[in-house]
């Protein structure tokens, strides 16, 4: 599992999207980079994590421009309170 944007330069990336979650949790944080194989991302937000699963890969067909950077869906599954 990764930390939300947390990316070695070198690795690589795909574009995410998070789906769900908290409300409050900021647009600017739904949209990131992370290294292509992860299935798993969590994001720190009030105290603890949100956690979402990767729900599945695009179908490239549908991208009109197979070069353009087709985002993967992680959806929310869970919260975590931060270890003190």
């Known amino acids: 599992m990764t930390e939300f944007n947390g990316v070695a330069a070198a690795e690589a990336t ?29 994001v720190a937000h009030y105290g603890g ?4 699963v990767r729900i ?13 950077a087709v985002p993967v869906v992680f959806r929310w599954t869970a919260r975590t309170k931060m270890a003190e």
Do not use: C, M, W
């Not at 795909?14 to 194989?37: F, Y």
């Not at 599945?56 to 353009?68: I, L």
């Open 14 to 42: 795909i574009l995410a999207v998070l789906e769900g979650g908290p409300g409050d949790l900021p647009q600017s944080v739904r949209t990131g980079r992370v290294p292509a194989h992860e299935k798993k991302i969590k």
């Open 49 to 52: 994590y949100e956690h979402f």
């Open 56 to 68: 599945a890969d695009p179908d490239p067909a549908e991208s009109p421009n197979p070069a353009a």
